[in-house]
């Protein structure tokens, strides 16, 4: 699954920790979303989109092709 995490946090003038704080998790989960080496949970998914102001589906880019 690709996401635009970096892409609207950089947009906001954000840094990886300032996102981390905001969030309530480490800079390392942050390093780890940005690099599609980590799925979130639906919790955290959903306090990402709201932060950005947007849908779930806006952020995360699911591939149906992965899906099989």
């Known amino acids: ?8 946090r950089k947009r906001r003038g954000m840094t ?3 996102l981390a704080g905001e969030l ?5 989960t942050i390093i780890s979303l ?3 080496r980590y ?3 639906i919790l ?3 306090r990402i989109a709201r932060l950005f102001d947007a849908k779930i589906e ?3 880019l699911f591939d149906t092709e992965e899906e099989a």
């Not at 699954?1 to 609207?8: A, S």
């Open 58 to 60: 806006d952020i995360f």
């Open 34 to 36: 940005e690099s599609g």
């Open 16 to 18: 990886q920790q300032q």
């Open 1 to 8: 699954m690709n996401n635009r995490i970096e892409e609207e």
């Open 44 to 46: 955290l998914a959903h």
């Open 24 to 28: 309530g998790v480490s800079r390392q």
């Open 39 to 41: 799925n979130p949970s």
